[in-house]
């Protein structure tokens, strides 16, 4: 049995006026396979010009190790040259990936290879991030702090992405004062005799290709699975929903703090109660 998951809508081009309509308002995922054709990125962007540029960059690297009390917020467990990275992606597959790598601050030179589109949505110019993984190397499944409008558009080979909206989040054994699900789940090839609340979430899946774009609406959990190896860069907007808005400033300034606080008190008691709780509080809903 695989999880319920519909293939997310395709569009070869868009509208600004139609991805309000049709996606925007009524906060749907889309793929949007031709719109980057023209920028230089398109023809540029694969991993022998990343290693080009900014092969001399100690970059951060991140796998999939259970999280750790002593662990910081988005802390990394690597740091690696990015040539280095670069050659162990294209030689053998690895865990670890880079996540949110910000290009402006890192190689300014790549903001010549983009331009910001105009979807409707005041995008955030100064957070522009990019998204490495080898083969066979995933995230777990979360959602972002701010519950943002994001626009992932991916380069080189091709990337697996499932998705679900908050509305799922009683299904998905979600780890209180946190923004993932249980780690040790495998949203690949889900048991559901351990995690039976899963047959019951109805989400979305899509492969990524080089040069397309994958919009996911505010605040909706994502896995990412490097099916190549390859990278990602994601725009982002500010969530409009009032309520999600409410959510992301409590996120932010109120969830993230307490989960620290109670990390340096109690420790890995705190990491293993909030596990156990993931667990009660879905079989109670």
């Known amino acids: 049995m695989q999880l319920n998951l519909q293939q997310i809508p395709r569009v070869k081009t868009i509208t600004k006026e139609n991805f309000i309509k049709n996606y925007f308002k009524p906060q749907k995922p889309v793929v949007i396979e031709c719109f980057v ?20 960059i100690m970059v951060p690297l991140y796998d999939d190790r259970p999280v750790d009390y002593k662990d910081g917020f988005n802390e990394a467990h690597a740091k690696m040259k990015m040539s280095d ?18 290009i ?7 903001q ?19 998204f490495f993984g080898g ?12 519950l943002a409008n994001i626009f992932h558009f991916h380069f080189e080979g091709k990337k697996q992405c499932i998705l679900f909206d908050q509305k799922q989040n009683k299904y998905l054994y979600k780890i209180p004062y946190s923004l ?13 005799d351990k995690w039976p609340a899963l047959k019951n979430a109805k989400g979305w899946i899509c492969n990524l290709n080089h040069g397309e774009v994958l919009y996911m609406p505010e605040g909706y959990w994502h896995h990412m699975k490097y099916i190549t190896p390859g990278f990602s860069m994601s725009l982002r907007a500010i969530a409009r929903n009032p309520k999600n808005l409410g959510k992301a400033i409590y ?15 109690k420790g890995q008691n705190w990491i ?13 809903a």
């Open 180 to 192: 993932i699900t249980r780690e040790d789940i495998d949203f690949d090839n889900p048991n559901f």
């Open 135 to 146: 083969r066979d190397s995933h995230t777990f499944m979360h959602y972002d702090i701010d």
């Open 112 to 130: 010549k290879d983009f331009s910001f589109p105009n979807f409707g949505l005041q995008l955030m110019k100064g957070l522009p991030m990019l």
């Open 251 to 265: 996120n932010v300034f109120v969830m993230r703090s307490f989960d620290n606080v109670m990390r340096r008190i």
């Open 85 to 102: 990275y670069v050659d162990l992606l294209k030689r053998e597959p690895t865990k670890y990936r880079i996540f949110l790598w910000n």
């Open 37 to 56: 054709e023209d920028w230089p990125a398109y023809t540029k962007w694969n991993l022998d010009y990343i290693k080009e540029v900014a092969g001399d």
């Open 104 to 110: 402006l601050k890192e190689v300014p030179q790549l």
């Open 272 to 284: 293993d109660w909030k596990n156990e709780q993931a667990i009660l509080r879905t079989n109670k």
